[in-house]
């Protein structure tokens, strides 16, 4: 039983920075994805950021060079740390995993199908 837990969350001035934690459980498998999603009020969710088994990481464009996901494998904790912040960041965050999964497949959002409870992020301008 794969469980996700997010923290981190706030309200920050635009240009700020957080850093979002998700502490992961029961995937102990030799593949996987692992992934934060957003979803702002009337949008869809989108992708932000993945990183397979293999240390493969992927970025959406929108948050390229601000933001930067990282895995702890020791720790068993997914990060992502979140500077520049903008107000268009906005949305609640949510972290994502998929078994059996790694490469390619990470950037499919449909395949994830275990989800953290999400946490919110404001910025303000």
């Known amino acids: 039983q794969v469980q996700l837990v997010e923290s981190g969350g706030g309200s920050v001035r635009s240009g700020g920075s957080l850093r979002l934690s998700c502490a992961a459980s029961g995937y102990a498998f030799s593949s996987y994805c692992l992934g934060w999603f957003r979803q702002a009020p009337g949008k869809e969710r989108e992708g932000v950021a993945t990183?397979?088994?293999?240390?493969?990481?992927s970025t959406a464009d929108s948050v390229k060079g601000r933001f930067t996901i990282s895995l702890d494998g020791a720790k068993n904790t997914l990060y992502l740390q979140m500077n520049s912040l903008k107000p268009e960041d906005t949305a609640t965050y949510y972290c994502?995993?998929?078994?059996?999964?790694?490469?390619?497949?990470?950037?499919?959002?449909?395949?994830?199908?275990?989800w953290g409870q999400g946490t919110q992020v404001t910025v303000s301008s």
């Open positions: 994502a995993a998929v078994l059996g999964r790694s490469g390619s497949w990470c950037d499919a959002q449909y395949e994830y199908n275990h």
């Open positions: 990183i397979d088994s293999d240390g493969n990481t």
